[in-house]
């Protein structure tokens, strides 16, 4: 099994489904255009779903033994060239975050030392595109992100499959990062033949 080099932005996603990587990708969907929380929970259970189907298509021996649904962090970075000031952060283009210390970490900290087969991003949260309705309870990019990585743990609670045991955030940043980021981690298995005669 290749594994992928360390590179801005991880490995193609297509890659990482066809199983040809051990890597981090990212399977992004925008949530901009949701106006409420369950409204954009529920576009990331269908991107979670769909994410999974390419995989076992592509993967058609095997099956997902475990997975984990997290969240991290995505920083700005600084203009090029020593210029003042961060470049613009697109939440589709992973290309213009900077990752060190936030997915990238946690997949060479956490998930590549655990076994798992991949992991990949499903949304980037920023301030600006978080519903006017849960503001005030949830008032930064860090903070809806762990609202709506709950609320995809609390989905999935009945699913034997989830990795997560409790609702534990983990460790939050001193400082709000620009972007939150949701993803899921897991780990695939080869099916069991059946032992089936004719």
Known sequence: ?????????????????????????????????????????NRLVGQIDNTFADILTQQDDMEIESFTIG???????????????????????????????GVNGRWHSYYSPDGYSGMVGLTAVTKDIIPAGVKQVHPNAEAYSIALEQELIDHYSEDP??????????????????AGIVYVAYKLKKKRRSNTRR
């Open 1 to 41: 099994m290749a594994y992928a080099p360390s590179t801005v932005g991880g490995a193609d996603y297509d890659d990482l489904i066809r199983g040809t990587v051990k890597y981090y990708s990212f399977n992004l969907v925008d949530l901009a255009r949701y106006t409420t929380l369950t409204g954009a929970k």
């Open 71 to 101: 969240k991290t962090n995505a920083k700005r970075r600084k203009k090029r060239g020593g210029g003042k000031g961060f470049e613009d952060f697109d939440r589709r283009d992973p290309q213009t975050w900077k990752l060190a210390g």
């Open 161 to 178: 499959r989830l990795a997560n045991t409790t609702y534990n955030t983990g460790p939050s940043c001193n400082k709000a990062p620009y």
